[in-house]
C-alpha cells in the first residue's frame, strides 16, 4: 500500500472516529459516562466491511480520534488515555475474534452467524468495561468509584452492547454503490401502495404512545409494530428503524431520571439498555428468519421455473408461460411463432470432447440465443440438447429470420475450448407459426408441428430450417 493511501486512511479514520467521539462526549452527563457512544461501533463496522482498514495507520487514526475528542472537550491527559485504550481494546477484541472464527459480515443473515456477531461484541464490550473499571478509578480526576464498580461495569457493558446492535446492523448492511445503482434503475417500475407503509405508521404510533404514557412497560410498546415491519421491510431499513425507535425510547425514558448520579438510576438505565436490546434483536432475528424463508423459497421456485445447467426455463415451466402467452395473443388478436430447437451431432461433441465440454456447449448455445431473443420471448429446455422457443407477436417469416439470426451468429462466434480448440455449433430448427384464431388448441399440439418441421430440417442435411405447412 503506498504511503499516500496510508496517509489518507488514517486522516480519514481519525476524522471519523474523532466526530463520532465528540458526538458521545456531547451526550455525557456530568462525570458520567456517555449516553450514547457510536465511535467504536463505526471503528468496528467499518473494519469489518473494509478489510485493507485493517493495518496501522487504522489503530493510530483511531487512536488520534479518540484523544482529540477527549482533550479538546476538557479531559484529562491520563484519562482519556485510559478511555481510548478500553475503546480501542473493545474493537481490537470484537476483529480477533470475527478473524479468529472466519466470521464474514456478507453472511450475516446466513444460518446463526448473527447470533454468533452478537455473543462476539457482547464479549469484546464486557471486555472494554473491565478494562475501564480496572484503570479509570485509580487515576485523579476519575469519574468511577469503587463503590458503584459493578453498576459502572454494567452501565459501560450495556452502553456498548446497545450502541453496536443499533449501529453495527447499519453499516454492515448499507446498500453497497452496485445495489444504489441498480435501485435507481428500478425505482420507476417499483409499484408502491398505501399498505406498504402502514407497519411504519404503526411504529410511529406506538413510540408515542410509549413516550406519552411512559411507565415500566413503555418499551413494550412498539414491538407488535416491528415484528410488522420486519416481516414487511428488508434488513437495512429495520435497521433504520430499529436505531431511531431505541434510540427516542431510550432518551424518554433516562431524561425522566431526576438523580442521574444515584445508584437506583445506573440500574434503570442498565436495564431500559438491556430491554431495548432485546426489543431491537427480537425484531431483526424475525426479520432475519423471514428473508432468509423467502430467499429460500425463491431458490426452490428458481429452482423449479428454470433449468439448472443452462438456465433458460425449466420444460414444466416454458409450457406453462407459453400456453398463458398464446391465450393473451388470442385475445389481442396477434399471431405467435413456436420454434424447436436441437444441436446438431451434441452426442459427437460429449463422445469426443466429454460431457463437460458438452454442458459448455449448451450454455454456450443458450447465452448466444439469449442475446438474439427479445425480452418478452420464452426461451426453454426441453430435454437433453433440445430446446423450444415462442416468440411472440411473429409470423412465420420474422420468425426465419429470426432463426436465421442465431444460426450465423453462433457460426461467427464458436465455442473456444481452454486447450485452444474451437467447436462450431449448428442447429436445426423447426417453425410452426400460431394464427391467433386457432389459439385455442393446447401447446402439446404446435409443439407436435415444429417438432415435424425440425424432423424435416434434420433428415434436409441438419443445420437447416423448416416451416411446418400443416397449420
Not at 79 to 106: D, G, W
Request: hydrophobic fraction near 50%; aromatic fraction near 14%.
Amino acid at each position: 500500500m503506498h504511503f499516500s493511501t496510508r496517509v489518507g486512511i488514517f486522516a480519514l479514520i481519525s476524522g471519523v472516529v474523532f466526530c463520532a467521539a465528540l458526538s458521545g462526549i456531547f451526550s455525557r452527563p456530568l462525570f458520567l459516562l456517555a449516553s450514547f457512544w457510536p465511535a467504536n461501533a463505526i471503528l468496528l463496522g467499518l473494519i469489518l466491511r473494509y478489510p485493507q482498514l485493517r493495518g496501522i495507520e487504522t489503530w493510530l487514526g483511531a487512536f488520534v480520534g479518540f484523544m482529540l475528542a477527549d482533550l479538546i472537550t476538557g479531559n484529562y491527559f491520563l484519562l482519556a488515555f485510559a478511555l481510548t485504550l478500553a475503546n480501542l481494546f473493545e474493537v481490537l477484541t470484537a476483529i480477533v475474534l470475527f478473524q479468529l472464527f472466519q466470521l464474514s459480515y456478507r453472511k450475516y443473515y446466513h444460518g446463526l452467524t448473527f447470533f454468533y456477531m452478537l455473543i462476539i461484541v457482547t464479549f469484546s464490550s464486557a471486555m472494554s468495561a473491565l478494562v475501564a473499571v480496572s484503570t479509570v478509578p485509580n487515576l485523579p480526576n476519575g469519574f468511577m468509584v469503587d463503590q458503584h464498580l459493578i453498576q459502572e461495569f454494567c452501565l459501560w457493558w450495556t452502553a456498548e452492547i446497545q450502541n453496536h446492535v443499533l449501529i453495527l446492523p447499519l453499516i454492515l448492511s448499507f446498500p453497497t454503490w452496485n445495489n444504489l445503482r441498480d435501485f435507481q434503475h428500478r425505482f420507476n417500475l417499483i409499484e408502491i401502495q398505501w399498505h406498504d407503509f402502514l407497519p411504519l405508521i404503526a411504529i410511529v404510533i406506538a413510540t408515542f404512545v410509549a413516550i406519552t404514557f411512559g411507565g415500566p412497560g413503555a418499551l413494550t410498546f412498539p414491538i407488535a409494530a416491528l415484528i410488522w415491519a420486519a416481516l414487511r421491510y428488508d434488513f437495512f431499513s429495520l435497521a433504520i428503524i430499529n436505531f431511531v425507535v431505541c434510540t427516542v425510547l431510550f432518551y424518554s425514558t433516562t431524561l425522566s431520571i431526576l438523580d442521574v448520579h444515584s445508584a437506583d438510576s445506573l440500574y434503570t438505565t442498565t436495564s431500559t439498555r438491556v430491554g431495548l436490546f432485546m426489543l431491537a434483536i427480537s425484531a431483526m432475528t424475525v426479520c432475519l428468519i423471514s428473508s432468509n424463508r423467502k430467499h429460500l423459497f425463491e431458490e426452490i421456485l428458481f429452482h423449479v421455473q428454470y433449468d439448472s445447467l443452462t438456465k433458460s426455463l425449466s420444460r414444466h415451466h416454458f409450457m406453462q408461460s407459453a400456453s398463458t402467452a398464446i391465450q393473451h395473443a388470442q385475445k389481442s388478436q396477434r399471431d405467435t411463432t413456436l420454434m424447436m430447437v436441437d444441436i446438431d451431432y451434441f452426442k459427437r461433441i460429449n463422445d469426443e470432447f466429454g460431457h463437460q465440454v458438452g454442458d459448455e456447449a449448451l450454455q454456450h448455445f443458450v447465452k448466444i440465443t439469449q442475446s438474439i431473443l427479445r425480452q418478452h420471448d420464452l426461451f426453454g429446455r426441453l430435454g437433453g440438447e433440445e430446446f423450444a422457443i415462442l416468440l411472440q407477436n411473429t409470423d412465420s417469416e420474422s420468425a426465419k429470420q429470426i432463426a436465421e439470426r442465431i444460426q450465423s451468429t453462433l457460426k461467427q462466434h464458436p465455442l473456444n475450448l481452454s486447450f485452444n480448440q474451437n467447436i462450431l455449433i449448428n442447429i436445426s430448427i423447426g417453425v410452426s407459426n400460431i394464427p391467433y384464431k386457432q389459439a385455442f388448441r393446447p401447446i402439446d399440439f404446435w409443439i407436435s408441428q415444429a417438432d415435424k418441421a425440425l424432423y424435416q430440417a434434420k433428415s434436409a442435411g441438419r443445420d437447416q430450417i423448416q416451416i411446418s405447412m400443416n397449420t
